[in-house]
T-cell receptor, first 115, second 115 residues
Framework: EAGVTQFPSHSVIEKGQTVTLRCDPI?????LYWYRRVMGKEIKFLLH????????ESGMPNNRFLAERTGGTYSTLKVQPAELEDSGVYFC?????????????FGPGTRLLVL | GNSVTQMEGPVTLSEEAFLTINCTYT??????LFWYVQYPGEGLQLLLK?????DKGSNKGFEATYRKETTSFHLEKGSVQVSDSAVYFC??????????????FGTGTQLKVEL
Protein backbone atom coordinates (compact mmCIF):
# COMPACT_ATOMS: atom_id res chain seq x y z
CA GLU A 1 0.00 0.00 0.00
CA ALA A 2 1.31 3.41 -0.94
CA GLY A 3 2.19 5.78 1.85
CA VAL A 4 1.53 9.48 2.07
CA THR A 5 3.04 11.26 -0.91
CA GLN A 6 3.86 14.92 -1.33
CA PHE A 7 4.71 17.00 -4.33
CA PRO A 8 7.02 18.70 -5.05
CA SER A 9 9.84 17.47 -2.88
CA HIS A 10 11.58 20.82 -3.15
CA SER A 11 10.51 24.27 -4.26
CA VAL A 12 12.56 27.43 -4.58
CA ILE A 13 10.60 30.61 -5.28
CA GLU A 14 11.04 34.32 -4.95
CA LYS A 15 9.28 36.46 -2.40
CA GLY A 16 5.89 37.49 -3.68
CA GLN A 17 5.37 34.44 -5.85
CA THR A 18 2.75 31.75 -5.34
CA VAL A 19 3.44 28.12 -4.53
CA THR A 20 1.04 25.20 -4.26
CA LEU A 21 1.96 22.07 -2.36
CA ARG A 22 0.11 18.82 -2.82
CA CYS A 23 -0.49 15.90 -0.50
CA ASP A 24 -1.96 12.51 -1.34
CA PRO A 25 -2.93 10.67 1.84
CA ILE A 26 -3.11 6.95 2.33
CA UNK A 27 -6.20 5.61 0.62
CA UNK A 28 -9.11 5.41 3.03
CA UNK A 29 -7.66 7.85 5.53
CA UNK A 30 -10.27 10.50 6.20
CA UNK A 31 -8.07 12.55 8.55
CA LEU A 32 -5.51 14.72 6.81
CA TYR A 33 -3.13 17.11 8.55
CA TRP A 34 -0.62 19.73 7.51
CA TYR A 35 2.40 20.58 9.67
CA ARG A 36 5.41 22.84 9.17
CA ARG A 37 8.96 22.85 10.47
CA VAL A 38 10.71 26.19 10.19
CA MET A 39 14.49 26.61 10.46
CA GLY A 40 15.18 23.51 12.56
CA LYS A 41 12.57 24.40 15.12
CA GLU A 42 9.73 22.21 16.28
CA ILE A 43 7.21 20.79 13.85
CA LYS A 44 4.01 22.80 14.22
CA PHE A 45 0.43 21.89 13.42
CA LEU A 46 -1.23 23.95 10.70
CA LEU A 47 -4.63 22.43 10.07
CA HIS A 48 -6.81 19.34 9.97
CA UNK A 49 -9.35 17.97 7.50
CA UNK A 50 -11.88 15.24 7.94
CA UNK A 51 -12.70 14.21 4.40
CA UNK A 52 -13.30 17.50 2.57
CA UNK A 53 -14.27 19.41 5.70
CA UNK A 54 -11.76 21.76 7.34
CA UNK A 55 -12.08 20.96 11.05
CA UNK A 56 -9.34 22.98 12.66
CA GLU A 57 -7.10 25.59 11.07
CA SER A 58 -5.90 27.18 14.29
CA GLY A 59 -2.28 26.73 13.31
CA MET A 60 -2.44 28.55 10.00
CA PRO A 61 -0.08 31.52 10.33
CA ASN A 62 -2.09 34.05 8.34
CA ASN A 63 -4.44 34.51 5.42
CA ARG A 64 -1.69 34.05 2.87
CA PHE A 65 -2.12 30.33 3.41
CA LEU A 66 -5.06 28.47 1.88
CA ALA A 67 -5.66 24.75 2.20
CA GLU A 68 -8.23 22.74 0.30
CA ARG A 69 -9.29 19.15 0.06
CA THR A 70 -11.89 19.03 -2.65
CA GLY A 71 -13.53 15.63 -2.93
CA GLY A 72 -11.97 14.48 0.30
CA THR A 73 -8.96 12.86 -1.33
CA TYR A 74 -5.78 14.83 -1.99
CA SER A 75 -5.13 18.21 -0.43
CA THR A 76 -3.37 21.35 -1.57
CA LEU A 77 -1.74 24.08 0.46
CA LYS A 78 -1.24 27.35 -1.37
CA VAL A 79 0.93 30.19 -0.18
CA GLN A 80 0.19 33.49 -1.87
CA PRO A 81 2.16 35.70 -1.81
CA ALA A 82 5.11 33.88 -0.29
CA GLU A 83 7.31 35.64 2.25
CA LEU A 84 10.84 34.84 3.42
CA GLU A 85 9.59 33.49 6.76
CA ASP A 86 7.50 30.86 4.96
CA SER A 87 10.65 28.88 4.21
CA GLY A 88 10.68 25.49 5.86
CA VAL A 89 9.58 21.91 5.46
CA TYR A 90 5.86 21.28 5.05
CA PHE A 91 4.68 17.87 6.13
CA CYS A 92 1.40 16.19 5.41
CA UNK A 93 0.04 13.33 7.50
CA UNK A 94 -3.04 11.15 7.40
CA UNK A 95 -4.81 8.80 9.72
CA UNK A 96 -7.91 6.68 9.93
CA UNK A 97 -10.99 7.86 11.75
CA UNK A 98 -11.79 5.94 14.91
CA UNK A 99 -9.68 3.91 17.29
CA UNK A 100 -6.52 4.20 15.20
CA UNK A 101 -6.79 7.92 14.62
CA UNK A 102 -3.91 8.79 16.95
CA UNK A 103 -1.38 7.11 14.68
CA UNK A 104 -0.53 9.57 11.95
CA UNK A 105 1.44 8.57 8.86
CA PHE A 106 3.66 11.27 7.47
CA GLY A 107 4.82 12.08 4.01
CA PRO A 108 8.44 12.94 3.17
CA GLY A 109 7.71 16.67 3.25
CA THR A 110 8.14 19.53 0.80
CA ARG A 111 11.15 21.75 1.35
CA LEU A 112 10.18 25.31 0.51
CA LEU A 113 12.77 28.03 0.15
CA VAL A 114 11.62 31.59 -0.40
CA LEU A 115 14.35 33.93 -1.64
CA GLY B 1 -0.90 25.29 26.11
CA ASN B 2 0.73 21.93 25.63
CA SER B 3 4.44 21.74 24.97
CA VAL B 4 7.25 19.24 24.56
CA THR B 5 10.87 19.80 25.51
CA GLN B 6 13.60 17.48 24.35
CA MET B 7 17.33 17.58 24.69
CA GLU B 8 19.20 19.50 22.08
CA GLY B 9 21.53 17.76 19.75
CA PRO B 10 23.43 16.78 17.94
CA VAL B 11 24.23 13.66 19.90
CA THR B 12 27.24 11.69 18.67
CA LEU B 13 27.80 8.16 19.90
CA SER B 14 29.99 5.23 19.05
CA GLU B 15 28.33 2.08 17.76
CA GLU B 16 27.05 -0.16 20.58
CA ALA B 17 26.86 2.75 23.02
CA PHE B 18 23.82 3.32 25.23
CA LEU B 19 21.41 6.00 24.08
CA THR B 20 19.16 8.26 26.10
CA ILE B 21 17.26 11.17 24.60
CA ASN B 22 15.36 13.11 27.22
CA CYS B 23 11.82 14.33 26.66
CA THR B 24 9.51 16.12 29.07
CA TYR B 25 6.08 17.51 28.42
CA THR B 26 3.53 19.97 29.74
CA UNK B 27 -0.09 19.13 29.11
CA UNK B 28 -3.56 19.27 30.54
CA UNK B 29 -4.98 15.82 31.03
CA UNK B 30 -3.18 12.68 29.99
CA UNK B 31 -2.18 12.78 26.37
CA UNK B 32 -0.73 9.92 24.40
CA LEU B 33 3.02 10.22 23.86
CA PHE B 34 5.04 9.36 20.78
CA TRP B 35 8.53 9.14 19.40
CA TYR B 36 8.89 9.73 15.68
CA VAL B 37 12.10 9.25 13.71
CA GLN B 38 13.21 10.89 10.48
CA TYR B 39 15.97 9.11 8.59
CA PRO B 40 17.97 11.14 6.07
CA GLY B 41 15.91 11.94 2.99
CA GLU B 42 12.76 10.35 4.35
CA GLY B 43 9.56 11.39 6.10
CA LEU B 44 8.65 11.00 9.75
CA GLN B 45 8.02 7.46 10.89
CA LEU B 46 6.30 6.45 14.08
CA LEU B 47 8.88 4.70 16.25
CA LEU B 48 6.84 3.95 19.36
CA LYS B 49 4.00 5.25 21.47
CA UNK B 50 2.41 5.00 24.91
CA UNK B 51 -1.17 5.90 25.68
CA UNK B 52 -1.31 5.98 29.47
CA UNK B 53 0.84 6.34 32.57
CA UNK B 54 3.41 3.59 33.15
CA ASP B 55 2.94 2.21 29.66
CA LYS B 56 6.16 1.27 27.91
CA GLY B 57 6.40 1.67 24.17
CA SER B 58 9.04 -0.35 22.33
CA ASN B 59 10.19 -0.96 18.79
CA LYS B 60 13.46 -1.87 17.04
CA GLY B 61 15.28 -2.05 20.37
CA PHE B 62 14.12 1.41 21.44
CA GLU B 63 12.03 1.90 24.57
CA ALA B 64 10.26 4.75 26.34
CA THR B 65 8.12 4.71 29.48
CA TYR B 66 5.28 7.16 30.12
CA ARG B 67 6.12 8.72 33.51
CA LYS B 68 3.25 10.82 34.76
CA GLU B 69 4.98 11.81 38.01
CA THR B 70 7.94 13.35 36.17
CA THR B 71 5.99 14.22 32.97
CA SER B 72 8.67 12.48 30.95
CA PHE B 73 8.99 10.04 28.07
CA HIS B 74 12.72 9.46 27.63
CA LEU B 75 13.88 7.38 24.68
CA GLU B 76 16.47 4.68 25.33
CA LYS B 77 18.34 2.03 23.40
CA GLY B 78 20.89 -0.31 24.86
CA SER B 79 23.19 -0.57 21.84
CA VAL B 80 22.95 1.83 18.95
CA GLN B 81 23.95 1.08 15.38
CA VAL B 82 25.13 3.31 12.58
CA SER B 83 21.75 2.78 10.93
CA ASP B 84 20.08 4.53 13.90
CA SER B 85 21.53 7.84 12.78
CA ALA B 86 18.50 10.09 12.31
CA VAL B 87 16.51 12.92 13.87
CA TYR B 88 14.24 11.85 16.72
CA PHE B 89 11.10 13.80 17.65
CA CYS B 90 9.12 13.48 20.86
CA UNK B 91 5.43 14.39 20.56
CA UNK B 92 2.16 14.39 22.43
CA UNK B 93 -1.33 14.04 21.06
CA UNK B 94 -4.32 16.30 21.69
CA UNK B 95 -7.81 15.38 20.65
CA UNK B 96 -9.22 18.01 18.33
CA UNK B 97 -12.75 19.32 18.39
CA UNK B 98 -14.49 17.64 15.50
CA UNK B 99 -12.33 14.56 15.74
CA UNK B 100 -8.75 13.80 14.88
CA UNK B 101 -5.61 14.44 16.90
CA UNK B 102 -3.13 17.28 16.84
CA UNK B 103 0.49 16.38 17.49
CA UNK B 104 2.68 18.78 19.45
CA PHE B 105 6.36 18.12 18.77
CA GLY B 106 9.65 18.88 20.41
CA THR B 107 12.44 20.46 18.41
CA GLY B 108 14.02 17.17 17.44
CA THR B 109 17.33 15.61 18.44
CA GLN B 110 19.83 14.64 15.79
CA LEU B 111 21.67 11.41 16.52
CA LYS B 112 24.86 10.43 14.75
CA VAL B 113 26.34 7.02 15.38
CA GLU B 114 29.92 6.41 14.34
CA LEU B 115 31.90 3.19 13.92
Amino acid sequence: EAGVTQFPSHSVIEKGQTVTLRCDPISGHDNLYWYRRVMGKEIKFLLHFVKESKQDESGMPNNRFLAERTGGTYSTLKVQPAELEDSGVYFCASSQVGVSQETQYFGPGTRLLVL
Amino acid sequence: GNSVTQMEGPVTLSEEAFLTINCTYTATGYPSLFWYVQYPGEGLQLLLKATKADDKGSNKGFEATYRKETTSFHLEKGSVQVSDSAVYFCALSDTLTGGGNKLTFGTGTQLKVEL
